[in-house]
């Protein structure tokens, strides 16, 4: 009765379960047929009888006449995530969420445009609609090309692993489905000036919440992500030694993303200030700061405080490296402040 309810992988499983309560492992038919004739006997022998006739369930459990349902797009996705278990080890809940989101994302708009089908019937036809369907939205200029790869790594990454893991041996067409992606239009920096005469002007930011407004500040003289400071513990803040510092780190519930992020942050003037305002932390953002930016940033620009349309609240962070660059700050003590590898992104314009 349990495999009565329409669901085919359901009922796939409950015939499983029947076959071990009679006391032999499933096997399809094809592998059932070459048994030995003892063993095949004594399979048929294990089948209830019901008015002189064999159970009908317990016939195609003990026999293998149930074949194998292929799980759907959907139930792939739902069958990712215990596969993809060390992806997430160590997030915390955010990291998690932001980790998932993506993917989600993709399998839903792959569902949107063919539909959820039998993950062994998607065919280079379907792959190319869902192609066509983001050509579209790329020449309408609704998206750019990075945002359709998007959907294409997640989703290949995705049943790529669910046919591995699973051992389906699938031939998908997965592959070869990427736009050409034009150069990339770098945040530009905050200028000096504006820096002092708008950003850090006093009161300019008073009706920013107060761990927003701290966290921002904290940037200034340290080009930290914010993330790093909205994360961070209240021990990973020392601002009683003898150099005031923030220690980035990983930490149980929190991945950090690379070795060169684990580094140590010298805290010195609006940035220090900012810290011992807030000793503590950042409560509101530590486990889920994905409203961070657009708080800050919805803020600055409301406020007149966005020196362009291009200007976001990184563009503090590539004001740091402006600075470092004009100091003559050598390039490994940079990347030791920014907590890069020497062979990294850069920040800033570099002018002089």
């Not at 070869?176 to 920096?189: C, L, Q, S, Y």
């Amino acid at each position: 009765m349990t495999g009565n309810d329409g669901d085919a992988a359901k009922h796939y499983e409950a015939v499983q379960n029947l076959a071990a309560a009679k006391g032999v492992r499933y096997l399809p038919i094809d592998q059932v047929v070459q048994l030995p004739v003892d063993k095949l006997l004594e399979r048929i022998e294990t089948i209830a009888a019901r008015n002189q006739q064999p159970d009908p369930g317990e016939a195609a459990a003990i026999l293998g006449t149930k074949q194998e349902p292929m799980m759907t797009v959907t139930q792939a996705l739902e069958q990712y995530w215990p596969l993809a278990k060390d992806m997430v080890l160590n997030k915390s809940l955010d990291q998690k969420r932001r980790c998932a989101d993506p993917i989600k994302k993709a399998f839903k708009n792959f569902v949107h445009v063919v539909g959820d089908k039998p993950i062994n019937e998607i065919s280079a036809d379907d792959m190319l609609n869902f192609w066509e369907y983001w050509l579209e939205h790329i020449e309408l200029g609704d998206v750019v090309a990075s945002t359709a790869n998007k959907d294409f790594t997640h989703f290949g990454k995705m049943l790529r692993t669910v046919n591995r893991m699973k051992r389906l041996g699938l031939e998908l067409p997965l592959s070869g489905w990427a736009f050409k992606e034009g150069a990339k239009d770098p945040r530009p920096p905050f200028s000096d000036e504006w820096m002092k005469t708008r950003i850090l002007r006093p009161g300019a930011l008073s009706g920013l919440d107060p761990e927003a407004r701290a966290i921002l500040l904290g940037m200034v003289n340290t080009g930290y992500h914010p993330s790093e400071a909205a994360c961070a513990l209240p021990d990973q803040f020392c601002l009683d030694a003898d150099i005031p510092h923030l220690s980035i780190k990983p930490r149980k519930g929190r991945e950090i993303k690379n070795r060169n992020s684990i580094w140590v942050i010298p805290l010195l003037g609006v940035s220090l200030e900012a810290f011992r305002a807030i000793p503590n932390g950042f409560p509101s953002y530590r486990e889920n700061n994905a409203t961070l930016s657009s708080d800050v940033n919805n803020f600055l620009h409301d406020n007149g405080l966005m020196e362009s349309e291009k200007h976001v609240i990184y563009s503090v962070r590539h004001n740091f490296e402006d600075r470092l660059l004009k100091a003559g700050v050598d390039n490994r003590v940079r990347a030791d402040l920014m907590g890069h590898g020497l062979d990294r992104q850069r920040y800033g314009d570099g002018s002089g």
